[in-house]
């Protein structure tokens, strides 16, 4: 083959691979061109408007929004003067079997659980279980926390109220309970400990027993029930996120493995020359390593589903990337040149070439979803599954509260810290401030679920809405609701991003 021969082919690849480049990153910049964004106007309330106009209005909003924002699946639960006038679901609870989202679809809806905890919390007191007075850590006969200098400050208002002190995940107080805001997980597991042990029941059956049968929210449960899995709705995550993990883990210990491998081939046959068979150990005890530590972290997290799409996202990268690495090896490179070098240069291009591709083709693999194959800790901030219908009646319930006396119920609706002039943190529920009355509040957000509630106690006016999409578009759950009901929502979008965490009150 002549040199020119040879230039002129690698000039055709070259060309090739950037055509191929620049396409699909032209593609994708055009998509987030096109991306859909709800205008940040402020709406009006929506309270006066028929409720008929207002449910029309949702049936084209949401599933346009849908589509815009690519989401899988949404349930909206809709209240108008104190009752459920709405309940319907929209799109699919599983990209893969398409299964429909309906009224009756379950939802994981993450941290809308302390809402739940803080009344079960109210209930407790009534009881005579449970006092605003004694320091939470004086009910329990085994450490739990750290100790500090206030330990035994932190009363169960500062819990509800995220005014505790307590971090996210550390036991560590980092401030005077009471004197700010830090919104933790932590201070309700902290709370579930007490709540177990001055009534001796398991949690799941105090949730039953003072939330659940009472209102009537029969599929609703803290812990996994399998007559309920049928009807559970699958999470979802973009492709980029477990592609990019597994990527950056597997290179990392490939290469390390590699290199000792390498070094053991030199120290056996005084040669560093890698041969295929010896490739493919390496790539086998490299993907089964990462494999087994990916499992074995996870898993003792209770995140066993996200380890299961990680290792066959991971399974499907590797084997993706080198079906076209050898197809462009025969088809390509060997036909190029028959120099060496030249063939290591093409081959690491053209592996870069991959990994470009990959990943602008991973951009637009929105939705995979997660499998919910496994069980998991029981925990008070975040392992609720439900229905919007169900949660609808539980918002119903702390806006008008029937099963709690009335002074009790206002302990719900007193804010307890100040995040802003417009936002406070009541025990359990956010409080926002508005000139068309105030409103009680909670989102949840896990990696693959997102949803909201807000209800206007004083116009007996709310929605619940419950998603199935990623934790890269956080907003989705807010604007649906933001539509539902119009009014104030910047405040809260400032809190779902924990814009106020460790505000000091004056």
């Given at each position: 083959?002549?040199?020119?021969?040879?230039?002129?082919?690698?000039?055709?690849?070259?060309?090739?691979?950037?055509?191929?480049?620049?396409?699909?990153?032209?593609?994708?910049?055009?998509?987030?061109?096109?991306?859909?964004?709800?205008?940040?106007?402020?709406?009006?309330?929506?309270?006066?408007?028929?409720?008929?106009?207002?449910?029309?209005?949702?049936?084209?909003?949401?599933?346009?929004?849908?589509?815009?924002?690519?989401?899988?699946?949404?349930?909206?639960?809709?209240?108008?003067?104190?009752?459920?006038?709405?309940?319907?679901?929209?799109?699919?609870?599983?990209?893969?079997?398409?299964?429909?989202?309906?009224?009756?679809?379950?939802?994981?809806?993450?941290?809308?659980?302390?809402?739940?905890?803080?009344?079960?919390?109210?209930?407790?007191?009534?009881?005579?279980?449970?006092?605003?007075?004694?320091?939470?850590?004086?009910?329990?006969?085994?450490?739990?926390?750290?100790?500090?200098?206030?330990?035994?400050?932190?009363?169960?208002?500062?819990?509800?109220?995220?005014?505790?002190?307590?971090?996210?995940?550390?036991?560590?107080?980092?401030?005077?309970?009471?004197?700010?805001?830090?919104?933790?997980?932590?201070?309700?597991?902290?709370?579930?400990?007490?709540?177990?042990?001055?009534?001796?029941?398991?949690?799941?059956?105090?949730?039953?027993?003072?939330?659940?049968?009472?209102?009537?929210?029969?599929?609703?449960?803290?812990?996994?029930?399998?007559?309920?899995?049928?009807?559970?709705?699958?999470?979802?995550?973009?492709?980029?996120?477990?592609?990019?993990?597994?990527?950056?883990?597997?290179?990392?210990?490939?290469?390390?493995?590699?290199?000792i491998g390498l070094l053991i081939i030199r120290l056996r046959t005084k040669s560093w020359e890698l041969r295929r068979l010896y490739l493919v150990i390496i790539l086998s005890i490299s993907f089964i390593l990462l494999a087994s530590a990916i499992f074995i972290i996870l898993g003792s997290s209770s995140l066993t589903e996200f380890a299961w799409v990680l290792v066959i996202s991971g399974f499907v990268l590797l084997t993706l990337f080198l079906l076209l690495?050898?197809?462009?090896?025969?088809?390509?490179?060997?036909?190029?040149?028959?120099?060496?070098?030249?063939?290591?240069?093409?081959?690491?291009?053209?592996?870069?070439?991959?990994?470009?591709?990959?990943?602008?083709?991973?951009?637009?693999?929105?939705?995979?979803?997660?499998?919910?194959?496994?069980?998991?800790?029981?925990?008070?901030?975040?392992?609720?599954?439900?229905?919007?219908?169900?949660?609808?009646?539980?918002?119903?319930?702390?806006?008008?509260?029937?099963?709690?006396?009335?002074?009790?119920?206002?302990?719900?609706?007193?804010?307890?810290?100040?995040?802003?002039?417009?936002?406070?943190?009541?025990?359990?529920?956010?409080?926002?401030?508005?000139?068309?009355?105030?409103?009680?509040?909670?989102?949840?957000?896990?990696?693959?679920?997102?949803?909201?509630?807000?209800?206007?106690?004083?116009?007996?006016?709310?929605?619940?809405?419950?998603?199935?999409?990623?934790?890269?578009?956080?907003?989705?759950?807010?604007?649906?609701?933001?539509?539902?009901?119009?009014?104030?929502?910047?405040?809260?979008?400032?809190?779902?991003?924990?814009?106020?965490?460790?505000?000091?009150?004056?």
């Open positions: 083959m002549g040199r020119n021969q040879q230039n002129m082919r690698i000039k055709i690849l070259i060309c090739f691979i950037y055509v191929s480049v620049v396409l699909v990153a032209t593609i994708y910049s055009q998509e987030i061109r096109e991306s859909y964004t709800l205008s940040e106007q402020e709406l009006s309330l929506r309270f006066s408007e028929p409720v008929d106009t207002i449910i029309s209005d949702l049936k084209i909003f949401i599933p346009n929004y849908m589509n815009n924002e690519n989401i899988p699946g949404v349930q909206i639960a809709f209240i108008h003067e104190g009752k459920i006038v709405w309940s319907e679901g929209f799109g699919v609870t599983n990209t893969i079997t398409r299964e429909l989202v309906t009224s009756n679809t379950l939802f994981e809806v993450a941290s809308l659980s302390k809402v739940v905890t803080a009344y079960m919390a109210l209930k407790l007191i009534e009881e005579g279980k449970l006092s605003f007075e004694k320091p939470l850590h004086n009910y329990l006969t085994q450490e739990w926390m750290i100790p500090s200098v206030y330990r035994d400050s932190i009363h169960l208002s500062h819990v509800l109220s995220h005014s505790s002190g307590l971090g996210k995940m550390s036991k560590d107080i980092m401030f005077k309970p009471g004197t700010a805001y830090y919104y933790s997980a932590n201070g309700y597991i902290f709370l579930k400990e007490v709540m177990e042990e001055v009534t001796e029941e398991s949690f799941e059956n105090l949730a039953q027993r003072l939330v659940f049968k009472p209102l009537g929210m029969k599929s609703s449960s803290f812990v996994k029930q399998s007559e309920f899995a049928i009807r559970t709705s699958n999470g979802h995550i973009r492709a980029l996120i477990p592609f990019i993990l597994f990527g950056i883990l597997f290179t990392t210990l490939f290469v390390i493995i590699l290199l690495f050898y197809v462009g090896r025969s088809l390509f490179i060997k036909k190029l040149s028959h120099r060496r070098g030249i063939k290591i240069i093409l081959s690491y291009l053209w592996s870069f070439v991959i990994i470009v591709l990959i990943f602008f083709c991973s951009i637009k693999i929105k939705n995979i979803p997660v499998p919910d194959w496994t069980d998991y800790d029981v925990s008070p901030a975040g392992t609720l599954r439900t229905s919007a219908q169900e949660l609808a009646l539980f918002l119903i319930e702390i806006s008008n509260p029937q099963f709690l006396k009335i002074e009790t119920g206002e302990y719900l609706r007193t804010s307890q810290i100040k995040l802003s002039n417009n936002l406070g943190w009541g025990m359990g529920p956010g409080i926002l401030y508005s000139e068309q009355g105030y409103a009680l509040w909670q989102w949840g957000q896990h990696i693959d679920f997102q949803s909201i509630m807000i209800i206007y106690p004083e116009h007996e006016f709310g929605v619940v809405i419950c998603t199935n999409n990623d934790l890269l578009n956080p907003d989705v759950a807010v604007e649906i609701a933001h539509r539902a009901l119009g009014g104030k929502i910047e405040p809260l979008r400032l809190a779902i991003h924990l814009q106020y965490d460790y505000v000091e009150q004056n």
